[in-house]
């Protein structure tokens, strides 16, 4: 019988890339919470390692319209809108990592989110399917001897790897799949089951679009049936009803997140809701745990 990883298509052409989509406002989302939640990893002087299993190119450029106009855009025109420190933390790491004025001319991914607020000596185990943004990736951690970079399938491999994570005080792990089958909203939450009761001191973080609830519902459920314990952090900046099929938000399933994570993040989502929300005052969040 195959695997949940086996049946993930390891060996499938890959058919989605980060660059489409950077520093839109799901890219926000994401890597304020991720920030969040790492430095809260990271307190005390903890040793964290991060897992990136979909790591993508590390930095993309941007052209000057694109999604990301809703996204880092948004924020890049009002960097004193309010004082929330995860958003702030989140902003001033992407001007520090990709600056550009008045504009931004890049955009950060999540391992060099993950480098910095680490710091140099933490392990970073990043994996990119797709050949070219690989060796992209590959070339922004040169010299970087506490980075590894695989050309290969992160669900194939985090079993294995985490079996072997062992050095670090805490290990985060990030998710961030393609959604571009079907079968992925099945699939990828079976994986991250499995991971999680084979490791139950690592932390999981799962990002995914919302275009309607319904896949998003039933991964819930399909968690909840496991037993997993979790959290669900659902940030819609367009409501379902006035824009469908399309991205009108993301969000985040948080497995064992460090101590004041969702009350840190249910702060940001206000301050990212009424920045980056195209209609005044039309978004929400969806805080659950389970």
């Not at 994570?165 to 990030?174: F, G, K, M, R, Y």
């Not at 994986?191 to 609830?213: H, I, Q």
């Not at 959290?231 to 985040?252: D, F, M, W």
């Not at 948080?254 to 702060?267: D, E, K, M, Q, Y």
Request: proline residues 7%; aromatic residues 6%; charged residues 20%.
């Amino acid at each position: 019988m195959p695997t949940h990883a086996s049946r993930y298509r390891p060996d499938a052409a890959p058919d989605y890339s980060h660059r489409f989509h950077a520093g839109n406002v799901g890219d926000v989302w994401k890597h304020c919470v991720l920030v969040t939640l790492l430095a809260g990893a990271a307190s005390g002087g903890r040793r964290v390692a991060s897992l990136d299993t979909h790591a993508g190119e590390g930095r993309y450029a941007l052209g000057s319209t694109g999604e990301w106009t809703e996204g880092i855009g948004r924020l890049w025109q009002q960097p004193d809108a309010d004082d929330d420190p995860s958003v702030a933390r989140y902003l001033a790491l992407a001007k520090r990592l990709a600056p550009g004025d008045p504009r931004p001319h890049a955009y950060p991914g999540s391992p060099l989110f993950a480098r910095s607020v680490l710091g140099d000596d933490a392990r970073l185990r990043l994996w990119e399917r797709d050949a070219g943004a690989c060796e992209r990736l590959r070339a922004s951690f040169t010299g970087d001897a506490a980075a590894r970079v695989d050309c290969g399938d992160g669900l194939a491999d985090l079993a294995g790897a985490l079996a072997a994570e062992s050095e670090a005080d805490a290990t985060v792990v990030l998710i961030d799949p393609p959604w571009a089958q079907k079968a992925d909203w099945t699939v990828v939450p079976d994986v991250l089951t499995d991971a999680a009761r084979r490791s139950p001191r690592v932390c999981f973080v799962l990002w995914y679009p919302v275009k309607s609830l319904t896949r998003p519902n039933a991964m819930m459920a399909r968690f909840e049936q496991a037993g997993v314990s979790a959290s669900l952090a659902e940030l819609i900046t367009t409501p379902l009803a006035h824009q469908r099929q399309r991205l009108n938000g993301s969000g985040l399933v948080l497995v064992r997140p460090p101590a004041g994570t969702l009350a840190a993040i249910a702060a940001a989502a206000t301050s990212l809701g009424e920045r980056c929300a195209p209609r005044p005052g039309a978004w929400s969040l969806r805080l659950v745990s389970w």
